[in-house]
């Protein structure tokens, strides 16, 4: 079959792989009918190091069941599923408490061994704790904002949940990328009162105005925290939602954040310190967030999307064939694509 590769810093090719296989019990092999790439591929595009082997890449994936393990029970070939980002067991005590990504006999998609969702096909490790049973055939138009389930739309929900976002809450979403426009969507969804975008792009932000953003501040550093104040009568917001991952957004997190409010994380971060200060701590901030346990969410978030209450799926703005998959990064990569979808 055929499969996404990267081999170091702008270098992604699209190459034949072995076909997967069953090899435990619990395993599940299926056929990708849509996958997509991450803002977070983008990392290891600009500044991965150069090797003679590829690493497989893709953890974004819907599925067509074409075989299950002697152990997996409640799926058949046939069945159209979403994989969330990692694999997990579903029954270890960190699934139990909803921190799938802690799975103690989990992992993650493209590690050694593993296939990556940017290809044809994939084995799905413990199938039976990972994989979740839609309620579409594989030509429904609602892949797109299914797929959404995989990651992005589950990270958007985590930032805001761990954010408490709700009734009454005013939030700052930092970030005009598919991420910061799912935390947009999904900070509207729960309730809140008021969300201010930040982010220069104007297709994208429009984007976020559809979505429900109520102000967008294209303004950075200083000028857009000014910004922000201004908005709001200088006290900030209640809750705001990093969606870069670069220290400069972080910052400028703490600095719209209202006394007492709340700072969730969750762009892959690119800095080692966070700069908590004596003066942060004497305004009560509290800083959350962290990598989404995308499995904890699907079921909460699933129906509002099978009934079109909410279209994450809209945050893709290019589709690709996966022969074409290298010039998608290269797109997002120039900031032409918001997020590439894939159909092998």
Not at 81 to 88: D, M
Not at 123 to 148: C, F, H, I, M, N
Not at 213 to 235: K, Q
Request: glycine residues 14%; proline residues 5%.
């Amino acid at each position: 079959m055929r499969a996404t590769l990267i081999y170091g810093a702008g270098d992604v090719r699209v190459e034949d792989v072995p076909d997967p296989v069953l090899r435990e019990p619990t395993d599940a092999v299926v056929r990708v009918p849509r996958s997509c790439i991450c803002g977070s591929d983008l990392w290891p595009y600009a500044a991965r190091e150069h090797t003679e082997h590829g690493d497989r890449m893709g953890h974004e994936f819907l599925g067509v069941v074409e075989d299950v393990g002697s152990e997996v029970s409640g799926l058949k070939a046939g069945d159209v599923v979403v994989a969330p980002f990692v694999w997990s067991d579903g029954t270890c005590e960190f699934c139990r408490e909803g921190l799938q990504t802690s799975c103690r006999h989990g992992g993650q998609w493209g590690a050694p061994g593993v296939d990556g969702g940017q290809g044809e096909a994939v084995r799905v490790p413990q199938a039976q704790g990972t994989l979740v049973k839609l309620p579409v055939g594989e030509d429904s138009a609602l892949l797109a904002s299914l797929l959404t389930l995989s990651d992005v739309f589950c990270t958007g929900h985590h930032a805001a949940v761990t954010a408490g976002v709700g009734p009454r809450t005013t939030v700052t979403v930092i970030g005009d990328g598919a991420v910061g426009l799912s935390a947009v969507l999904a900070a509207k969804r729960l309730g809140a009162e008021r969300i201010i975008l930040m982010g220069h792009h104007k297709d994208r932000t429009d984007l976020g105005r559809e979505f429900g953003a109520t102000e967008v501040v294209p303004a950075r550093g200083d000028e857009g925290i000014a910004r922000v104040r201004e908005l709001t009568g200088g006290d900030g917001t209640h809750a705001v939602l990093e969606c870069v991952g670069l220290e400069a957004a972080i910052v400028t997190a703490f600095g719209v954040v209202r006394d007492g409010g709340v700072v969730s994380r969750v762009g892959a971060p690119q800095y080692v310190n966070v700069r908590m200060d004596a003066a942060l701590f004497m305004r009560n901030v509290t800083l959350t967030g962290g990598v989404a346990p995308a499995r904890a969410y699907i079921e909460e978030l699933l129906p509002d999307v099978l009934d079109g209450a909410v279209e994450p799926g809209r945050v893709f703005d290019r589709t690709v064939g996966l022969q074409d998959v290298p010039d998608g990064y290269r797109a997002m990569a120039a900031r032409e694509a918001l997020k590439v979808l894939i159909r092998p």
